[in-house]
């Protein structure tokens, strides 16, 4: 083969490969030189090696054999061969992904950039890396007991009563707010407590990085409190604890630190891990520190985003406005949101008409960790729902479309479900590894009685490796929504000693398919716990054939009664056995044997070759030759 025309099969100028053959030690060619073999091979090698084939492209890893032809300036039919040469099979509208687009280019010749765009992280083309991803700002929630102070601590912050400069005004209440310092940004959802950090997690959404827990000096550890502390134990979310109200005369921290000690929350200054800080909501005391100990938290958990990415978010809140339409306060988690940017949420789709920060003004693009206000859903959507950024309309519309068609199905639903059952099949099928379990008692007593039985049983266990019970929240009083949502969300089983259950947890438990289990006697709680690992415990029961009797002569014994004087033929008839009656090859019943006799007295068993009388409850309608099968539930692998 001449130069020119290798320089045609490759797709470059004869010039250019003329300068190949020299750079490659192939000296003295022309346009019209033959090449050898060898030579083609040593050219190959050097294009290889080089990319010095003097085109170069960029691509986000998403064109199709039609694109990258254009972009290259060769036939798709040129690429498809080529491509067949590399064992790849393609045609001209297949997107063949960076890899392959990578070894194309590096047989042809030709220096690739692979450039990750919007449309290549859609595409699901793109892959992070480690260094594209950035840090982000922490998410945080305030948690505690009512009256405890965490809205006058979160509104110190937003208003910033005292040191407004310091922090920035916040003037419109979208959801969340960023308070901007020197060192870095905190983002605060607007909601306290742990009933809507919990709700969002029942909806599959996490949003908290770090939690603040609030209580006050002078009243010290509450029911609340201890909830808080075990549903962001069950989350795995790290607390902060600020002890408020320290401005009071009857302020006692040292207090609230032994307290919370006994929920494994102790202070670093005792030699534990929880930080702990002595604040006050209302003159602001150490509320700065509390800020600077967050952003230090969320620096050494490392929270990262990528801003390059499409956008991911979760909605906070939402409403219908006359004039606006659907409003979405919205959290973007990762990724950048852009105005026009397609998306779709929950059960809605959209195109981002408008965005606004905490403050009223108006943003192009949103970045991780970004509350907004977002205008441009086609329909209303609820908080927890999450938000993704889609390709195109088409694409939002039927996203949308799909999450109706899953919702009317009841798909979403069905995996919820939690009932007693349920768990010990799933403990049985080894997918659930501890029995988890929300208690509520009507007293302190009972609850540690229940408790440290429970607790004992669950140590028995630990001679079974990987069956544990855990115990995730003990609390006082009535069954409320918080407990139906820790127990969804954790998949744990709701127990009642002696309490009711408040309406609306009613409904919750309903819709969510919890269930709850009530008692009023320790004794037949703990026996059901027991009987439950128990269950556990036990191998599978399988039902096996354990004989087959002839029916040859029917006695008729009452009215409506019969008995069948039958032959064994194989294995054994056991008394109370499940039989079946075979006749003609074909089921005609199935019940349980009653009654069986040698001569007249009542046996237990009769072996082969025996004859016997055979009663069977509800059946009377024996015929000569009927096989009497008789079934018997044995653990799983045991030989009859
Ligand atoms: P929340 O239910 O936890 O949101 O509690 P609030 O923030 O509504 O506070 C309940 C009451 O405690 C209000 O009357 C507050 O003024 C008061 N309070 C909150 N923080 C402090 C504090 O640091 N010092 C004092 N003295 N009172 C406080």
Known sequence: MRVYQYARQIKISPKHLMEICEKAGIKGKTYVSGLKDEEISIIKEYIKKSKLAGKSIVSDGTDTVGELASKLSISAADIIKQLSDLGINAKINDRIGTDNIKKLCDALGILVEIRKTKESYLAGT????????????????????????KTTILDFIRKSNVAAREFGQITQKIGAYRVNMKEGTIVFIDTPGHEVFTAMRSRGASLTDIVVLVVAA??????????????????????IVAVNKIDKPNANPDAVRKQLSNYGLVPEE?????????????TGQNIKELLEIILLMGEMMELRANPERPAEGIVLEAYLHKQKGPVI??????????????????????K????FDENGNRLEKAGPSTPV??????????????????????????????????????QDKAQKQITLEDLQRQIVQGSLKELKIILKTDSIGSQEAIKSS??????????????????IHCGLGTVNESDILLAVCSKALIVGYNVGIDSKAEKLAKQQGIEIKMYRLVYDLIEDVKNTLEGMRKPQEVEVMVGQALVKQIFKIGKNQSVAGCLVVDGKIVRDARIKIVRNGRFVFEGFLTSLKRFKNSVREVGVNTECGIGISNFSDFQAGD???????VPEGTKV
């Open 329 to 350: 306060h919205l959290l973007v988690q990762n990724g950048t949101l852009n105005i026009g940017d397609f998306f779709v949420c929950g059960t809605a789709w959209g």
């Open 627 to 633: 096989i009497i099968q008789a079934y018997q539930k």
């Open 270 to 282: 005792w030699g534990g891990q929880t930080v702990f800080l002595d604040v006050s909501g209302v």
């Open 126 to 149: 793109a892959r992070e890396t480690e260094k594209e991803l950035v840090p982000r700002a922490p998410v945080v929630t305030v948690m505690g007991h009512v009256d405890h102070g």
């Open 218 to 239: 002078d009243e010290g550890v509450k029911q609340q409190t201890v909830e808080a502390i075990n549903h962001c134990k069950a989350a795995g979310v790290p607390i």
């Open 373 to 410: 206000e977002l205008l441009g859903a086609s329909s209303a959507v609820v908080p927890g729902d999450k938000l993704a950024v889609v390709g195109s309309e088409a694409d939002a519309r039927k996203s949308a479309e799909a999450k109706i068609q899953e919702q009317k199905s009841g």
């Open 454 to 471: 429970v607790e004992k049983l669950g140590a028995r266990d630990s001679d079974k490796p990987g069956i544990t019970v855990n115990l």
């Open 352 to 355: 981002v008409r408008a965005m």
